[in-house]
């Protein structure tokens, strides 16, 4: 039976869960306008809950990452992702575009994985909950998950953000208007636009990596469904007859970084 690893299965979109190390400087501004102006880390954790109750939606996203060529140049490769949550226990990922054909699954306890480009599929079997299910896939299989932000119910309690960062008005998103809001931390540079009003849903994110001296950076677009209606056949696994069943392979111990 052929094999294969489980890493980076998942778009390779970084995440912006690290900006609760946000730098503490705030914007030279007056005194009184800082005093009515919203307070970034305060809009992003209001997002973070608000994601975090809606018990079903879906959401179509169009992201783009630079990743290296031959140590020449940056390329920068685009992709769509559209994703089904309900929770607390199933998720559908669909990512299409550059790099990946790749479907991804989670119903109630199993995880399948199907690759459209080599026509083959894995499974395991998960913790029940998304939440836990993706902490076991990301601790045991390094997977990257696209969008992982917008996927846990519980973001606000884990990564609630620590400092205020940087507020630099409102803006639109696919005409809606948005708080444009960024955070910095000694690896990365985060700006996240999240839609004003009683609907605080993260619209767009872009996100520089400071690691790496060229400076790539990935960016998306997220267009939600909170009205939607999901049905349990909307998670099960829609495979080609003649699709080819492989074993996933867990990371070796101790490389998990």
Known sequence: MKRFKLFGLLLSVPLFMTITEASTNNLQTPKLMESVRPVPSMLLLNSYRYIGKLKQFSIDAVTTSDEPFLDKMLV????????????????????????????YYLNNGKF??????????????????????????????????????????????????????????????????????????????????????DKPLIRKFIIIDK???????????IRWKTDVQLISEDFAPDLPTDAVKIAIEPIPSGEVK
């Open 76 to 103: 920068t490769y685009t992709h769509h992702v559209h994703v089904d949550v309900q929770r607390p226990n199933r998720l559908h990922i669909w990512v299409s575009g550059d790099l990946k054909e790749k479907a």
């Open 112 to 197: 399948t994985v199907y690759d459209a480009l080599t026509n083959y599929y894995g499974e395991l079997e998960v913790p029940k909950t998304i939440d836990k299910a993706l902490d076991f896939l990301f601790e045991k299989y390094d997977v990257k998950s696209p969008l992982a932000n917008i996927l846990y119910s519980d973001l606000a309690k884990r990564i609630p953000p620590k400092d205020k960062g940087y507020y630099f008005g409102k803006s639109e998103v696919d005409d809606i208007v948005c708080h444009h809001i960024g955070f910095v931390t000694p690896a990365h540079e985060y700006q996240v636009w999240i839609e004003e009003g």
């Open 211 to 221: 690691t790496d001296p060229s400076l790539p950076r990935s960016g998306t677009i």
